[in-house]
């Protein structure tokens, strides 16, 4: 059994009211970046006082900086398709709304997609599609991201596919590898198996165990690099991190490594669902910071994913907390970036409806770095090898150089005048407060960039 509820129930009511001298001791105990405990995540979740809450905010600020740098990683989703046959009463493409238009994107409209995610600048994109493939059924997905692979164009390409696709079995993870995917993606929704069993009403996705159990057949099937998640809204948030937990330890006792990213999507209205729009259990501005904060402290070294779902404001303030990675410029819909008017295939509503460029410049703006780094996965630092580079907090070493430079590249390439300014400044400005070591290391990256130089990293 991955999830045990009834150890949550209890760990969670025994936590109710914590004391501060206990609270103030776990923030210690977080500072030495090696994670705490599922007790230790429990009191925090139940921490309401104030001053105390500022306190988990500021812990959870120098943990991220600490292992994280500066650093941001962008990335684009790309929807490939919104057929489906599964009935989640929260997503657009539920296999019952007749409100969204269907489509399944041919490899030439996905090349086409692809070459305006590469001329806006991306270099990462993730992958999506509904539970359901046209004819030539999963091999749709890996022919999909062969296209995406081969296409080039102007100074630029896709260095890194993840994907966000329905649970497999071992043969069909084992040929998604051989199609050199960076991460899987999978989100369980809710752990909770009542409340997923009340929202998933049709199709194969009924079945909790066979989702639970995905992540274990992809690390079976040689993929390491995994990412999980929960759909915030669902279930009580208290009980979904702690399960994520759970999930965690289980992926570390069984594979000797937990996920490369941790995922938090809240519940966004989607036309032809009631539920998104009304989630049952609506997750406020102020407990999302506390999820975000005290995942950074609990899995210090697992990436953190926000997407456009939410607004610019709250975006800005995760940065701090703990968010290392975000899309942006998304759409929702197959085929979105080219057909702008085709929102009713969308999945769900946006928060953050601003273009790349302005996305670059705010968060150059905020003092952080954008990466389209995808250094780690092309050298092989995936799985346990990343964690080893990770845990000593060395991957300052190599996260923030290839930030540098590829931020160098994206400004060259991509940039509006006013953000190639705004970033080349700050490009300085980092360099000069690095560690001589790794400021050096940056310089003679960036440099390289400068005088014309693409793909360098280290
Ligand atoms: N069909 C696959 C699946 O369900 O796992 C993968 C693609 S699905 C489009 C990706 C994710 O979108 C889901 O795992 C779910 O968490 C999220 N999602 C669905 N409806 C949503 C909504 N209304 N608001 C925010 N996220 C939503
Ligand atoms: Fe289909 Fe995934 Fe949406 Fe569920 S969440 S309806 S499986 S696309």
């Known amino acids: 059994m991955i999830i045990n509820e009834t150890e949550i129930q209890q760990t969670l009511a025994a936590t109710h009211r914590p004391d501060t001298k206990v609270v103030q001791d776990i923030l210690a105990h977080a500072r030495q970046m090696q994670g705490i405990g599922a007790n230790e995540v429990a009191i925090l979740a139940n921490v309401q006082d104030p001053d105390l809450l500022h306190e988990l905010y500021e812990t959870a600020r120098t943990v991220k900086e600490e292992i994280y740098g500066k650093r941001l990683v962008l990335f684009a989703p790309l929807y490939i398709s919104n057929l489906c046959g599964n009935e989640c009463l929260y997503c657009a493409f539920r296999a019952r709304n007749t409100a969204i238009h269907r489509r399944a994107l041919t490899q030439e409209e996905i090349a086409r997609e692809t070459r305006i995610l590469i001329d806006q600048g991306h270099k990462r994109v993730l992958l999506v599609a509904g539970e359901s493939y046209p004819q030539e059924g999963f091999q749709y997905v890996l022919d ?270 991509y940039a509006t005048p006013e953000t190639r300014a705004a970033g080349e400044k700050l490009i300085d400005n980092v360099i000069a407060g690095m560690h001589p070591q790794a400021a050096r290391r940056a310089q003679t990256l960036v440099d390289q960039v400068r005088s014309g130089g693409h793909d360098i990293y280290c």
């Not at 302005?358 to 703006?365: L, M, Q």
Request: charged residues 20%; glycine residues 8%; hydrophobic residues 35%.
């Open 144 to 413: 999909s991201i062969a296209t995406v692979y081969a296409t080039r164009h102007d100074h630029g390409e896709i260095r890194r596919v993840n994907v966000n696709i329905a649970p497999l079995d071992i043969d069909q993870f084992r040929q998604l590898k051989a199609a050199q995917i960076g991460t899987y993606q999978l989100f369980q929704e809710t752990y909770h198996r009542k409340t997923y069993s009340n929202v998933h009403v049709g199709g194969r996705k009924q079945d909790y165990d066979w989702r639970i159990t995905a992540i274990d057949r992809a690390m079976q099937a040689g993929i390491d690099d995994v990412g999980i998640g929960v759909l915030f809204g669902l279930a009580d948030w208290r009980f979904e991190i702690l399960a994520l937990m759970q999930h965690i330890q289980h992926l570390e006792n069984t594979f000797g490594v937990g996920p490369h990213t941790i995922s938090v999507p809240r519940l966004e209205p989607a036309s032809g669902t009631e539920l998104a729009s009304h989630p049952p259990n609506p997750v406020a501005d102020d407990d999302f910071r506390k999820i975000i904060a005290i995942l950074r402290l609990a899995v210090p070294y697992t990436g953190i994913i926000l997407s456009t779902r939410e607004s610019p404001a709250i975006r800005a303030e995760s940065f701090a907390l703990g968010v290392s990675q975000i899309s942006a410029g998304s759409r929702t819909n197959p085929g979105g970036y080219a057909d702008h008017e085709d929102y009713d295939a969308s999945q769900f509503a946006l928060g953050d409806h601003r273009p790349l460029d302005e996305v670059i410049r705010s968060i150059a703006e905020l003092g952080y770095i954008p990466s389209f780094c995808t250094g780690c996965y092309r050298l092989g630092r995936t799985g346990a090898d990343f964690m080893d580079l990770a845990k000593p907090g060395d991957i300052k070493m190599h996260c923030e150089p290839n930030a540098l430079s590829t931020y160098q590249e994206y400004l060259n390439d």
